[in-house]
């Protein structure tokens, strides 16, 4: 062998140099594969199974809470317990599902006036299966809305029609739906047009105002007042496409209405 190479070509193997250390030398770093887990296949694919399941989980619970967090508390209650309320002089009991302001249900004793919300021509009040029709804001809406008052000196609707605006009509009375007359009322017609559909027969006088805006985008509404008794002042709103049921409106709110007194 030459000088270069200490090693024999052909003679014996030549010994491992070592590795570069302080001294020069060469050190060997171990490498040692990770042994197994002795885990069959299937049951590492139901743990990966499960881990997804659980993730899941947890990302809808959060998505949850967060539409929760964002969505608005009603106004509404589904509870149709009925309620003390004082009105003045007179006693009701009112179903919370019937009561539209949150304050009014809370508070309940006394009060100087209580709105309600029903759908006609049920007059039932909210839940959760009639939440679509409650919040129908369309000309054909169901919802009524009354307002209830201790007042023995306000005039009704019927008696204002008489008294008041008969005179001030501004224009010959127009037919109107199953035998109503529209007598128009004066005043700004840029916004809309103002009205009362009223009959006058032996069964006595209907009377409401109503009034259609021009505005396509709103409602066109109309407000009737009435008495039940000598103090249960009510006022019902609703839409003109219900003054065809004219007919049956008063027996139907006054029932209503007469049935919360105590």
Do not use: D, K, N, W
């Given at each position: 062998a030459s000088k270069r190479d200490p090693c024999p070509v052909a003679e014996q193997p030549c010994p491992s140099r070592p590795a570069a250390g302080q001294d020069g030398?060469?050190?060997?770093?171990?490498?040692?594969?990770?042994?197994?887990?002795?885990?069959?296949?299937?049951?590492?694919?139901?743990?990966?199974?499960?881990?997804?399941?659980?993730?899941?989980?947890?990302?809808?619970?959060t998505v949850g809470n967060w539409m929760n967090f964002a969505r608005a508390p009603s106004t509404w209650s589904e509870r149709d317990v009925p309620l003390p309320v004082t009105l003045g002089t007179l006693e009701l009991s009112v179903p919370a599902n019937l009561m539209r302001r949150v304050e009014e249900r809370v508070a309940g004793g006394a009060l100087e006036r209580v709105n309600l919300a029903v759908l006609w021509p049920s007059l039932e009040g909210y839940s959760e299966l009639r939440s679509r029709m409650f919040s129908d804001s369309g000309d054909m809406s169901p919802v009524f809305h009354i307002a209830l008052a201790d007042d023995a000196t306000t005039m009704e609707t019927s008696e204002r029609l008489k008294r008041v605006w008969l005179s001030l009509a501004s224009g010959e009375a127009l037919p109107g739906p199953d035998g109503l007359a529209l007598l128009p009322l004066p005043g700004d017609t840029s916004s809309g047009t103002d009205f009362v559909a009223h009959n006058v027969s032996g069964d006595g006088v209907f009377a409401a105002r109503c009034f259609t805006p021009r505005d396509r985008a709103l409602a066109a509404n109309c407000e009737r007042s009435i008495r039940v008794g000598e103090r249960l002042f009510v006022t019902y709103r609703f839409r003109q496409a219900w003054l065809s049921d004219w007919r049956s409106l008063d027996a139907r709110i006054s029932a209503l209405a007469g049935s919360l007194l105590r």
């Open positions: 030398e060469r050190m060997m770093m171990p490498l040692t594969l990770p042994s197994g887990t002795g885990m069959r296949a299937r049951h590492f694919a139901a743990i990966v199974l499960a881990l997804a399941l659980v993730g899941t989980a947890y990302v809808a619970h």
